[in-house]
């Protein structure tokens, strides 16, 4: 099993960029895929992007498809997420989630999950 912990996490103005990171200790971290969510007060948690067991793979939510980017370093058993041009609607607890190989979109498929890290944007 993994054990994802998020960081990078806090206030920006809209506009901004930020990258959270997404460090899992355990065994055999590059065959998992990774995914982050987020959930905003009073909503549901959303998913945000994801990228497969390889890398080859990934996906995101169509509000930062062309704003956000999934990475991976499985040297350094890292994922990240870089987010660009940071809107109001963006700011959530975002959470990073692991599950073996393939990507997943729903929160019930994966298995491990870190605590969170507040993303917060000012307008």
């Known amino acids: 099993q993994v054990r994802p912990v998020e960081s990078g996490g806090g206030l920006v103005q809209a506009g901004d960029s930020m990258r959270l990171s997404c460090a899992a200790s355990?065994?055999?971290?590059?065959?998992?895929?990774l995914g982050w969510f987020r959930q905003a007060p009073g909503k549901e948690r959303e998913f945000v992007a994801a990228?497969?067991?390889?890398?080859?793979?990934?996906d995101y939510e169509d509000s930062v498809r062309d704003r956000f980017t999934i990475s991976r370093d499985n040297v350094k058993n890292t994922v990240y997420l870089q987010m660009n041009d940071l809107k109001p609607g963006d700011a959530a607890v975002y959470y990073c989630a692991a599950r073996h190989r393939e990507i997943g979109y729903q929160d019930w498929e994966y298995s491990y999950w870190g605590q969170g890290t507040q993303v917060t944007v000012s307008s």
């Open positions: 355990g065994r055999l971290f590059s065959t998992y895929a």
């Open positions: 990228i497969g067991s390889i890398a080859r793979d990934t």
